[in-house]
């Protein structure tokens, strides 16, 4: 994983949804370095849609993300899917 990646931040961006996306990024990186709480990363989602409301921006902003750290935003939310209260990437 990259320990040093780069957000694709919108210059229309204010500080909120600044940290609302960044609060995502740091939610599933967590799933996979031990866990996270499911209503956790669902908040997360849920905020970083609001901030990036266009289904294909989001793709676009997953891809990117998934390059840098080989991690899918789209496929760790279907982790939630679960109903379990942790979600966690066991190897």
Not at 22 to 46: I, T
């Amino acid at each position: 994983m990259a320990d040093n990646y780069q957000l694709p931040i919108d210059g229309n961006w204010d500080v909120n949804d600044m940290i609302a996306v960044s609060n995502l990024v740091d939610a599933v990186l967590q799933v996979y370095e031990g866990g996270c709480d499911r209503a956790r990363l669902l908040d997360a989602h849920q905020q970083f849609s609001q901030v990036i409301p266009s289904k294909a921006e989001q793709k676009r902003f997953d891809r990117d993300f998934e390059e840098q750290t080989g991690h899918s935003i789209y496929q760790t939310m279907k982790l939630t899917a679960n109903g379990n209260n942790r979600v966690i990437v066991s190897d």
